[in-house]
């Protein structure tokens, strides 16, 4: 029986192949699989590299990172754990060369360096690398071969640093503990151990490195030890994972995300297609029954012909995802320099089946509704079935079963998936009244366009639809493409106008008096000044942050590492309050805090929690008793985490101060003095700022580029499947009007201006949709105005008519195919 099943249904299977909706059907799973597949396979091979490269580039089984030095006690207790310990200092540091200047990472080490691995250097640029054991001499440099093209040094050359100077001796090659600078654009510079003290840096500035070699035991003894003596400390070791695996994994989760917007597309197509393959199924099984057939009998050929289809789509599937992920690797490897593409059959037949369980999901209201076919619908068509509300259903299912598995960051995802609604809602609206008004403005007038939009008026569910479909594939790849450029050209004039050209992220209290000194000697403007000192989260309400929560997240992720804590006796000009009370002048009340009205959002934190920071190795906790967001006007400077200004009365750490600046051309050289004087301060250009805004804008565009390619051919499916969705009742109303004795002509001249018409609604919802999303984003994420390009806008505005127009009527083309006989037929 079965087999006789399995023949029958390749038979009808073979007969529908070729059938519009059948082909439309394959192009959304095809595509939703492909990305899907991609993505995870894409992922799991930057996971496998960051952990080999664990392994390679840790320099020891064990690394401890603080930045405070050890004391002699606490660097007894690690020597307990390990059979040899090797420290290094490392300090962000600002070197110059004839008036140039280039930040950099600075790092002192010893004769003992490196404890594991190999340290490579060489005599020059053209001289092949060597193994070199052991740091520089006291008074050498060695510098990596960037550092030597931007500074234009040579061998032998004496670079500033602060008020000494240090001989150039070697090009530094390979370190075997860059772990941590692995995969940032930090140059790099060695120097002896005994050149660190003697620059006499700022301790609290210097990040202390301890490489240990230790067993497994040891390695889980030297955790217990650091997470009680020193939490706020960071280890790393070979067993555990690598410090960026966190970041990639909200990357894929970013991704995932946004793959949310391609399942809303399919879900709208597959919408469109069930009306069709509903209503082809259920002819179908009507008639094997009225053959004598059972009625489980339908539904199991139904299930067969879906189960073919989908075998035969994962060869192609699985080809174009490899292809596709050996194109990624390729494009990776200008990052990750060796990573390699492999074959992933494992992950990718468990993707596979994901995603073909998320299908039958979609496809599960027609099986739902084969159970309730009998052979009156061969004579009842018109019977209503809640088979549609049940797609629906299903695929909001699936939406909310991506969005949970994705999200680490729920104000987003309620942006995103909001936006999508407010969208919804609007298209819903502008096509019901655009329709309603202009058929009763026009109802007594004749000619094509008044009576064009009486017909789409009696079609309005139908009509609703489809403009629904198609609006909010547009909206998407709108919304996709324009906020990118915007978002640059936005940020960058705000900080021009309220930040200046020049952006001092950390000065210490001296190096602030120094700039101020500086400033007003050469005439600059200082902008403005906040100050600030370093704080680390490592519990929050009594619980770790690895207790506190597992799911990744861009907010734990910082809050983990050294933030800027601020104080302030009354809310900054340039801050908001969202929610609580900000505490009165001079109050007792010392150990509370506002913070980031996002983060809370992110962490799930209300008023009444608890924080626990590590300041200067002190351990405070605060209680959350208001939240604040950014406010424009006032400059950009903001924090996180604010608390009472009586607090320093009770905190004993070193403070900062955060500034900008304003100079003109002709006060640029004089960066070089104040970096020669003073080399841990750390400033940014504003043109720095925005080539660095730029490099991250032009990786995304990469990345969304591909993204809109997957959108683009969503949206045309959409516009097919709507259009197939409608063709029969299109050729019933092409073979009445041709009944009352007007020509193919005439038909085709009404086809063109209801697409028209259909995509002028389009283009204003999509339009606006995307005006009312971006003005929403802007204000919750940057609280800015979104000021789009009027002169862009109406150029997609043109685009999109056209577009859409043109493929509408092409598509459309088969239902021009109708007569009077066909519809004398049909009745």
């Known amino acids: 029986m079965l087999n006789h099943h399995m023949l029958l249904a390749w038979y009808y299977f073979t007969q529908e192949y070729r059938q519009p909706h059948q082909q439309l059907l394959r192009w959304v799973q095809a595509i939703l699989m492909i990305f899907i597949v991609t993505l995870s396979l894409s992922s799991n091979s930057i996971q496998k590299y960051l952990e080999g490269n664990l392994q390679n580039l840790l320099g020891a089984d064990a690394v401890l990172t603080q930045k405070d030095k050890l004391t002699t006690a606490q660097l007894t207790s690690l020597s307990n754990f390990s059979d040899n310990v ?70 032998g050359d004496a670079i500033s ?23 940032n654009v930090a140059m790099r510079a060695i120097i002896n151990v005994d050149d660190m003290e003697k620059l006499a840096f700022p301790t609290d500035l210097i990040q202390h490195r301890y490489l240990v070699t230790a ?15 020193l939490p706020a400390a960071k280890i790393h070791h070979k067993n555990g994972s690598h410090p960026l695996a966190s970041f990639w994994q909200r990357t894929e989760n970013f991704l995932g995300l946004a793959s949310i917007i391609l399942f809303f597309m399919a879900a709208i197509a597959i919408e469109q297609i069930a009306q069709v393959h509903l209503k082809k199924e259920q002819y179908f099984s009507a008639i094997c029954m009225s053959l004598g057939a059972s009625k489980a009998t339908g539904l199991q050929l139904s299930l067969i012909k879906w189960f073919i289809n989908i075998v035969l789509l994962i060869p192609v599937v699985v080809i174009l995802s490899s292809s596709f992920h050996w194109l990624v690797i390729g494009c990776l490897s200008e990052t990750f320099a060796e990573i390699t593409w492999q074959l992933e059959i494992w992950l990718t037949a468990k993707t596979v089946a994901t995603c073909v369980l998320l299908f039958a999901v979609f496809h599960s209201p027609v099986w739902l509704t084969l159970c309730q076919t009998s052979v009156a619908k061969l004579f009842h068509q018109n019977q209503k079935s809640i088979s549609l509300a049940l797609i629906k259903l299903c695929a909001l299912v699936v939406l909310v079963f991506v969005a949970v598995k994705y999200s680490d960051n729920g104000l987003l995802t309620l942006m995103l998936v909001g936006s999508i609604s407010i969208t919804i809602a609007l298209m819903a609206a502008i096509s019901w009244t655009v329709l309603s008004l202009g058929e009763k403005a026009t109802q007594q007038f004749s000619g094509l366009i008044p009576f064009t939009l009486f017909m789409m008026k009696q079609r309005l569910l139908s009509k609703s639809t489809q403009m629904l479909g198609i609006g909010l594939s547009t909206f998407l790849l709108l919304f996709t493409l324009m906020l990118l450029k915007d978002l640059g050209d936005t940020m960058v004039s705000y900080q021009r106008t309220h930040d200046g050209n020049v952006m001092i992220s950390q000065a210490s209290q001296p190096q602030m008096k120094a700039i101020e000194q500086w400033s007003k000697q050469h005439n600059i403007n200082l902008r403005q000044t906040k100050p600030y000192l370093y704080a ?51 109050t007792k009340n010392w150990q509370q ?153 005439t038909c085709l001249q009404l086809n063109i201006i209801e697409w028209l018409i259909t995509a002028l609604i389009i283009a204003i919802g999509a339009i606006a949709g995307t005006y009312i999303t971006g003005m929403l984003i802007y204000q919750s994420q ?29 598509a459309s083309r088969h239902s021009l195919k109708s007569s009077v006989k066909q519809l004398m037929a049909d009745i």
């Open 86 to 155: 090797v420290k290094t200092m490392q300090i962000n540091a600002t070197l110059t060369f004839n008036d140039k200047w280039q930040r950099s990472k600075l790092k002192a080490v010893g004769n003992d360096y490196p404890l594991q691995g190999k340290l490579l250097t060489s005599t020059s640029l053209q001289s092949p690398a060597t193994e070199t054991n052991g740091g520089p001499t006291a008074g050498n440099i060695w510098l990596d071969s960037r550092l030597f093209a931007s500074l234009t040094l040579s061998i």
């Open 536 to 586: 680390i989260v490592v519990k929050i309400n009594n619980q770790t942050l690895s207790e506190f929560t597992q799911k990744p997240s861009d907010s734990l992720a910082t809050l983990s590492n050294a933030i800027r804590l601020h104080w302030s006796e009354k809310l900054p000009k340039n801050n908001r309050l969202v929610q609580g009370a900000w505490w009165q002048k001079e």
């Open 215 to 229: 067993s497994k035991s040891q390695i889980h003894q030297l955790i217990e030890w650091q997470q009680a003596q």
């Open 782 to 810: 940057f609280s800015l105005s979104y000021q789009p390009d009027l002169f862009i806008l109406f150029i997609t505005l043109a685009i999109i008519l056209s577009t859409v127009t043109l493929l509408g009527v092409y």
């Open 161 to 183: 640093i602060g008020e000494r100077a240090f001989i150039v001796s070697r090009v530094l090659i390979h370190e075997p503990d860059r772990l941590m600078e692995g995969h």
């Open 593 to 745: 805090i506002s913070l980031e009205d996002e983060v809370m959002t992110d962490l799930g934190l209300s008023l009444g929690d608890e924080l626990t920071f590590i300041i200067h190795q002190q351990s405070y906790t605060f209680t959350i008793t208001a939240s604040h967001e950014f406010k424009p006007g006032a400059g950009s400077i903001t924090f996180w985490v604010q608390m009472p200004q009586t607090a320093l009365q009770h905190i004993n750490a070193p403070q900062y101060n955060m500034s900008s600046l304003e100079l003109n051309e002709d006060q640029w050289p004089l960066l070089s003095q104040l970096w020669e004087n003073h080399p841990t301060i750390r400033m940014v250009s504003l043109q720095e700022l925005t080539k660095q805004f730029d490099d991250i804008l032009a990786m995304i565009t990469k990345v969304i580029s591909g993204f809109a390619v997957m959108i683009i051919l969503l949206a045309i499916i959409v516009i097919l499947s709507s259009i197939n969705a409608l063709e029969s009742k299109e050729k019933k109303k092409n073979s009445v009007i041709m009944s009352f004795g007007f020509l193919k002509n």
